[in-house]
């Protein structure tokens, strides 16, 4: 399993508070079975990342892993805020994109629900070649969620999920109607600390998506998609 969206990095944004934490981070997504994590810092005018620092200081963590014994590749990324996305240049998105390779980026939505604003920067990003992934948006729910995650996807946007709020979402809830009408795409994590918060784990939610979609879709989301995501290749059609 790959996990899209993940703060593991040390003593950087609000994710992990030290190098302990990012470890302790990781021991619980190899529990879980999971291979890659990305590690996506925020990109925002409330955060001191330094994008160009991002690849060394994910393969420093990824060094720290393999000497305590722990197999995990750390891939660096960003989460790039809806507002800080205008301001960054052609290097730095590419910088903030999943490996480097320029072709996807994690976007944050403004606080609030998703609107028209965004649907343009996602447009404007495609016509430059950069695909977006947009961020939990279980938190950016307006009534017209459905219509404008259509519109998104009909951009060539993939959404993402946080897999503890789809363990908390009913079998037969509005959720699940949205993973069957193909609204749910990819899932992360967002986890921010091994002491508090959502955990590094992605099996129990993707089993979750099993329920409600059936296996083939969900070796697309599980697989597929992530896979295709990190070698900065578009994404296989969805079944």
Do not use: K, N
């Not at 996602?122 to 995650?149: K, M, Y």
């Not at 918060?197 to 329920?211: E, I, K, V, Y």
């Amino acid at each position: 399993m790959i996990d899209l969206h993940c703060h593991v990095l040390p003593r950087l944004d609000d994710g992990a508070v030290d190098l302990e934490d990012s470890v302790a981070m990781a021991r619980e997504a190899a529990r879980d079975g999971i291979e890659v994590v990305c590690a996506t810092p925020h990109v925002r005018a409330d955060h001191s990342v330094r994008l160009d620092e991002v690849p060394e200081r994910a393969a420093a963590l990824e060094r720290t892993l393999r000497e305590r014994g722990i197999e995990l590749r750390i891939v660096p990324a960003g989460e790039v805020a809806q507002s800080a996305a205008p301001g960054l240049g052609a290097e730095e998105m590419g910088l903030a994109s999943y490996d480097g390779t320029g072709r996807w980026v994690l976007l944050e939505p403004d606080p609030g629900p998703l609107g028209d604003e965004l649907q343009q920067l996602v447009e404007r990003l495609a016509a430059g070649g950069t695909g977006t992934i947009l961020a939990h948006p279980e938190r950016h729910a307006g009534a017209d969620l459905r219509e404008r995650l259509q519109a998104l996807t009909g951009a060539g946007a993939l959404i993402q999920w946080t897999a503890s709020f789809l363990l908390d979402s009913p079998p037969d809830g509005p959720v699940a109607a949205l993973a069957r009408d193909g609204f749910v795409h990819v899932l992360g994590s967002d986890s921010h600390s091994s002491r508090a918060g959502r955990p590094l784990r992605l099996g129990d939610a993707f089993g979750w998506l099993a329920d409600a979609v059936g296996e083939e879709q969900l070796e697309w989301s599980r697989t597929t998609a992530p896979a295709a995501v990190l070698r900065g290749e578009p994404v296989p059609e969805r079944p």
